[in-house]
T-cell receptor, first 110, second 115 residues
Framework: EPEVTQTPSHQVTQMGQEVILRCVPI?????FYWYRQILGQKVEFLVS????????KSEIFDDQFSVERPDGSNFTLKIRSTKLEDSAMYFC????????FGQGTRLTVV | KQEVTQIPAALSVPEGENLVLNCSFT??????LQWFRQDPGKGLTSLLL?????REQTSGRLNASLDKSSGRSTLYIAASQPGDSATYLC??????????????FGQGTILTVHP
């Protein structure tokens, strides 16, 4: 069964460093998303991406965040200068009416 | 701003019980509603999708209903099993003519089914 794949599963980084989280969406999907879940909190929307451009972003998605679809299969989230409060589980999703989520990348900023 | 609330926050039941998880949302102008399962430290698995025009959806032992006008959905789990233990999340997609809108999540119901 097709699935959304995320790498790495866990990343530890020092504050101020840049990180890139990678996702391979389901191949015939056209809409892509990033969400995050801080430990103990709700899953919250970051950004949606369609037709090679951002279609919607939340107030969380500020200038330190960017997304890219560098080729026909990958979808990435870059955090330019990580802060302690960026520590969270980051989920990639793809789909249309129904959203399918990956297993997540646990980002720990130390 | 859409707010999604799930009740109860946690539920512990013996194996075999039928149970109901509740989800309410403040803005009834939704495109659809999705129920997910999340195991500890894992991703979200889609369980059921209900379009705004639908009243319910069924998959195996799971049945989800939607009352859009009152801003409520319920997830019914029949004959619960220890393997059903997980966090169940409700999420709504706002209306607006597109299928690619963002999901707004509730905080989840932590379900424990003990043998």
């Amino acid at each position: 069964e097709p699935e959304v794949t995320q790498t790495p599963s866990h990343q530890v980084t020092q504050m101020g460093q840049e990180v890139i989280l990678r996702c391979v969406p389901i191949s015939n999907h056209l809409y892509f998303y990033w969400y995050r879940q801080i430990l103990g909190q709700k899953v919250e929307f970051l950004v949606s991406f369609y037709n090679n451009e951002i279609s919607e972003k939340s107030e969380i998605f500020d200038d330190q965040f960017s997304v890219e679809r560098p080729d026909g299969s990958n979808f990435t989230l870059k955090i330019r200068s990580t802060k302690l409060e960026d520590s969270a589980m980051y989920f990639c999703a793809s789909g249309g009416d129904e959203a399918f989520f990956g297993q997540g990348t646990r980002l720990t900023v130390v | 701003k859409q707010e999604v609330t799930q009740i109860p926050a946690a539920l512990s039941v013996p194996e075999g019980e039928n149970l109901v998880l509740n989800c309410s949302f403040t803005d009834s102008a939704i495109y659809n509603l999705q129920w997910f399962r999340q195991d500890p430290g894992k991703g979200l698995t889609s369980l059921l999708l209900i379009q705004s025009s639908q009243r319910e959806q069924t998959s195996g032992r799971l049945n989800a209903s939607l009352d859009k006008s009152s801003g409520r959905s319920t997830l019914y789990i029949a004959a619960s099993q220890p393997g059903d233990s997980a966090t169940y999340l409700c999420a709504v997609k706002k209306a607006g003519g597109t299928s690619y809108g963002k999901l707004t999540f509730g905080q989840g119901t932590i379900l424990t089914v003990h043998p």
